[in-house]
């Protein structure tokens, strides 16, 4: 059964950071690019960042741009979400996503075959 479980989500005060990590199980996604995206309440699911398979090529939203960093670590299975910076609009349930093969830069949430569960950030202001 294929698993992608989010970690290190919770409550921060703005300017400050946190680390996402997604650990996937169940299948390699050594080949499939990895996304982020985030949902807040009333909002549409938006693509936050992205990166390929091997971690040469990514993409941010503008939103996000210059604060957030998405990496992977194809060894462990797991892709990561460092944010900095941290504003009350970055509140949102933030989910993993795993590409379809050979889909090699996804930027639409239907190019993503598998999902987390999400897990909750909150920024205060």
């Known amino acids: 059964q294929v698993q992608l479980v989010e970690s290190g989500g919770g409550l921060v005060q703005a300017g400050g950071s946190l680390r996402l990590s997604c650990a996937a199980s169940?299948?390699?996604?050594?080949?499939?690019?990895m996304g982020w995206f985030r949902q807040a309440p009333g909002k549409e699911r938006e693509l936050v960042a992205t990166?390929?398979?091997?971690?040469?090529?990514?993409y941010y939203a503008k939103s996000v741009k210059g604060r957030f960093t998405i990496s992977r670590d194809n060894a462990k299975n797991t892709v990561y979400l460092q944010m900095n910076s941290l504003k009350p609009e970055d509140t949102a349930v933030y989910y993993c996503?795993?590409?379809?093969?050979?889909?090699?830069?996804?930027?639409?949430?239907?190019?993503?075959?598998?999902w987390g569960q999400g897990t909750q950030v909150t920024v205060s202001s």
């Open positions: 990166i390929t398979w091997s971690g040469g090529n990514t």
């Open positions: 169940g299948r390699t996604f050594n080949r499939n690019a």
């Open positions: 996503a795993a590409a379809r093969d050979y889909v090699s830069f996804p930027l639409s949430s239907d190019e993503y075959d598998y």
